[in-house]
């Protein structure tokens, strides 16, 4: 009996032993795309996870950015980016949080140890956050949620349950339907300018910026797969870029912006140019728009040589510089300039690896 025992013992011993190994630890800066995405290595880096349903249950000592339809993280990071349509958090992030999405769920187990910033349409925090929050949403509710800092709340709907605990001050719109149980505020309670004076409230503009993220995302996807040459001739047009550099493209953006108007003015003047000047004006829109995944891009491209230096991933490259630009445009008082800037560099870049190329039979 004794015998058997042992032998189950060492059969139990060696399953567990087998599944542990199972988990690498990696090196470098990793990432996976797929349609379904799971991770659950120990990452001594950054990690990337994008794809239709992405779940991290590793560890990463440094950034997890994971963008899907559904995003579910268990893990434990230094840094947190996540972007989708679902998003849920069980895990710990030992630093900054930046969350984007539609319907938002912070889990009972979740440990988000500083700040963190949250946008979507409902949110729902059950889980604890160590320092101070900003939410931009629609719907917004605490349900045993734990506070340590200040929390700002620019929403419609704002419900606070009374195992709810906020240790700092709490601020959200005048014109907000409240309903917070008595004693959950330990600090004070304020309430700001209304947000819904009008149908294009703070809220919908947020999340328009975030669809046109995700659309913008999805046409730089399918230029990857049908046009990845021209990425290829972009990563070596400028593989050194310096001020110098940067000046001469963003001074090529300028000067298309000005003058591709007066060209299509001019020709529409001509009954004999009509045509021509509505395909010139439909080229330049669409020029305009593509302008923000080449910018996005090349800001990928420059920090994944200056961070990571190893093997480029062209659809990760771009979804992590198109990542930075969402987030820079979210900044108020440098959104504007971020977006001229965007524009300008964007059309230069154009110009240099398509519409020159183009003009030179190459």
Known sequence: MKKSFKILFCLMLSFVMISNVQAETIDHFNSKIDNEVTMDDKVNGSTALVGANTEMKGSADGVSFML????????????????????????????????????????????????????????EIHG?????????????????????????????????DKDTEINGNLSYPSDAKVNISKG?????????????????????????????????????????????????????????????KGLETFTKGLLFLILMPIIIFVLFLMSIGIPLALILMALYFIIMYLSTIFTGYLIGYKLWQRFFNNDINMLVVGIFGLSILFVLNLIPGISFIVSLLTMFIGIGIIYDVVLKKIGSNE
């Open 68 to 123: 899907g339809n559904q995003v579910i993280f268990n893990g434990d990071t230094e840094y947190a980016v996540f972007a989708g349509n679902s998003i849920e958090v069980s895990g710990i992030i030992s630093k900054d949080t930046f969350i984007a999405g539609n319907l938002i769920t912070i889990n009972k187990d979740a440990e988000l140890q500083r700040d963190a910033v949250v946008a979507g349409a409902d949110v």
């Open 184 to 244: 959950v505020v330990n600090g004070k309670t304020t309430k700001t300018d209304a947000i819904q004076q009008d149908n294009n409230s703070f809220v919908t503009t947020m999340m328009g910026k975030f669809w046109s993220f995700m659309s913008l995302m999805l046409v730089f996807a399918v230029l990857s797969l049908v046009a990845s040459k021209i990425f290829t001739r972009m990563q070596k047009e400028y593989d050194k870029f310096d001020f110098n």
């Open 128 to 160: 604890t956050i160590s320092r101070n929050v900003s939410i931009y949403a629609s719907s917004v509710s605490f349900k045993g949620a734990k506070i340590e800092g200040n929390v700002k709340i620019y929403a419609s709907n704002i419900e606070a």
